[in-house]
């Protein structure tokens, strides 16, 4: 069966300590870009990608290169779904051209889930739908750790649209899996209460003061405007009440970080001041993005695992 | 004269208060006598000894998808999965392309089952033209040929002034209305049921209020207008205590429950596995508990399938992409014996009527009982005999169940329509 990527749920709490471990390896010292590695020479892997990404494509598209593989990159609007093709056809014809990895992002819940069914190909989830956004999670742990903090005991307030965000649930079941604490906070129609039941240790409260008071790490999320289906607040009120503003980090611990997956839309769920503030390491993110990603494809195309003990 | 005997069964008829080893004679296509030891001098003979002897099981909700998606099933391919399920009637909703909302689909549907199909087929017609739920189908002409109620299954009529024009007209002419009560604003986009399960898959969710507050106002209508009024495929616990609580009132409140209904709840699915959505979808456990209960204690009064083929093509995709619905026949009597029958909820007599007398009161069919002169449709099963079901080898066009491979104790043995033998497992 292959070993992809499809989501954090199914990862132990050791396969994702293996991941970050390795991905702090693949970091770039100080003032230095990524370093290149020929470690999966003769792979390639191919970017699939239904969805419209920048930062995320180009990322995996990065993390191949620089780990020696060769990389395709597709979008929806230049594939065969244009012309009626169904989604197992398009991934079939893909396998065929013998990639040693499909990494896809797709607008449905669970399309990769439903592809690996029928395909042996590893599949690398990028984002499907509102369940999972794997590496987005990953990177952000990796984030929160080159902080010098643990995980467990943390606490990490999640704000904003729960409901749509698979880096949300991601994000959920890797803190959970590490015993942090979780404060999720969004607008009750953008915050289901069963939320509380999938992972242990999650909170919910529509109240964003309460959200942040105390709070390590403020992890905001984009208004997802494409995938709410019914009227929602207007920007405003929105930004509002659930709008990150430097007022409130005086509420959070005096260490706390801010964290955002982008794109971030200023003034909608973040102030310019607060998305530029000292305490904002919304860059980290995006660089860490590559190193955990170079962790994720090496771990998945070289046919060992990763191990961060032992690999130098 | 075609003469059967069917020799030594446990014979349980509801409708005559009779559950005991017999034979049941057969002349004709009509039951002649149920009695002990009958001559079998000049008969073909039925040894079903060690099996249960019923009256034709009906189905209350099924699509037969034609005409108009004929590679999806037809009334003769749905018709051998009905028999080789042990049903010797069964219901095809509407929805068909076009929808049978005139006199001329009803008559072209009757015409094909009388031509291909191998057992009894009475069209249900569509409650609103299309069935768009704004203007009144042909609801008395299709009666006179042969539409034993209407429904806009699928569809919900939204508008509460149609419904009740509806059920008016459908009381004045004697036949239920029955309903697919899912209110589309609540439900709007939802692919499985709202709840924990949902959320954690990132699906949109289906509340089982959607489903509540249709049954809540289909029930005042009913009401107000004195129509018999009937909810299709109830899964919702609220909805089965409003159902209680209108039969309480002495109204003519019936509904019916799924198999499937009664076997899974939503953490039972296997992710994005499109063969476990369906609508009204695999609710919450308690949900599930409560319809089990309502069997019990006569709240719900027959099990239908919704049995709803589709082709491969369309259920190999994206969940969220996928239609609704799932294969039920072959499987409805197997999932009920260990549902209901195994587990002590309910005996094989209470079984039998949730298959016969219950459908065919609520649609006022002159079935459901082998009384003598009633037509010979008889369902002979097993309540202990292990079989494995295989969607491979289904008599239905589709391939859609999440049944596939499981393994059953008792099932359809051999079905009986107007004294022929159409299905022998």
Known sequence: MAQGLLGIEALSREEIQAILDRAKYFQPREGQSFRKYDLLRDRMVVNLFFETSTRTRTSFEIAAKRLGADSVSITASASSVSKGE??????????????????????????????????????????????????????????????????????????????????????????????????????????????????????????????????????????????????????????????????????????????????????????????????????????????????????????????????? | MAQLLIKNGRVIDPASHHDGVADVWIEDGVIKGVGVSLPTAGSEVFDATGLIVAPGFIDMHVHLREPGFEHAETIESGSRAAAAGGFTSVCPMPNTKPVNDNATVTSYMIEKARRHAVVNVFPIGAITKGSAGEELAAIGSMKQAGAVAISDDGRPVMNARVMRRAMEFARSLGIPVINHCEDLHLS?????????????????????????????????????????????????????????????????????????????????????DSNYKMKPPLRGSCDVTAVLEGIVNGAIDAIATDHAPHPGSEKMQEFESCPFGILGLETAIGISLEQLVHPGKIGIGRLVELFTTGPARILGLDRGTLAPGAPADVTIFSADHEWTYDVNKSFSKSRNSPFDGKTFKGGPVATVVAGEVVWRG
């Open chain 2, 188 to 272: 709007a986009g939802g692919d499985m049921h709202e709840g924990a399960e949902s959320v954690r898959l990132g699906l949109r969710g289906i509340p089982g209020c959607s489903e509540d507050v249709m049954v809540a106002r289909d029930i005042l209508l009913a009401e107000v207008t004195g129509a018999r009024y009937h909810v299709a495929h109830i899964s919702s616990r609220h909805s089965v205590e409003m159902v209680q609580f209108a039969k309480t009132r002495g109204l003519a409140v019936t509904a019916e429950a799924t198999p499937h209904h009664l076997a899974l709840a939503d953490r039972d699915m296997k992710p994005y």
């Open chain 1, 86 to 312: 169904s989604l197992v056809d398009t991934l079939n014809t893909l396998a065929a051209m013998r990639p040693n990895a499909i990494i896809m992002r797709h607008a449905a819940s669970g399309a990769p889930h439903f592809l690996q069914r029928y395909l042996e190909i590893p599949i690398i989830n990028a984002g499907d739908g509102t369940h999972e956004h794997p590496t987005q999670a990953l990177l952000d742990a990796r984030t929160i750790l080159d902080r010098g903090a643990k995980l467990e005991g943390l606490r990490v307030a999640i704000i904003g649209d729960i409901a749509h965000s698979r880096v949300a649930r991601s994000n959920v079941y890797l803190l959970s899996k590490f015993g942090a604490n979780i404060v999720l906070c969004g607008p009750a129609s953008l915050l289901p209460e069963a939320l509380k039941n999938i992972a242990s240790g999650v909170t919910l409260t529509t109240n964003m003061a309460e959200a942040i008071r105390d709070a390590d790490v403020i992890m905001m999320l984009r208004v997802q405007l494409e995938r709410q289906h019914e009227p929602g607040f207007s920007a405003s009120e929105y930004f509002q009440f659930y709008g990150l503003r430097l007022e409130h980090l005086k509420l959070a611990r005096p260490d706390a970080i801010v964290m955002h997956p982008g794109p971030i839309n200023r003034g909608r769920e973040i102030s310019s001041e607060a998305a530029d503030s000292q305490r904002s390491v919304i860059l980290n993110q995006v660089e860490n993005g590559i190193s955990v990603r170079m962790a994720v494809l090496e771990r998945v195309m070289s046919g060992k695992k990763t191990d961060g003990a032992t690999a130098h």
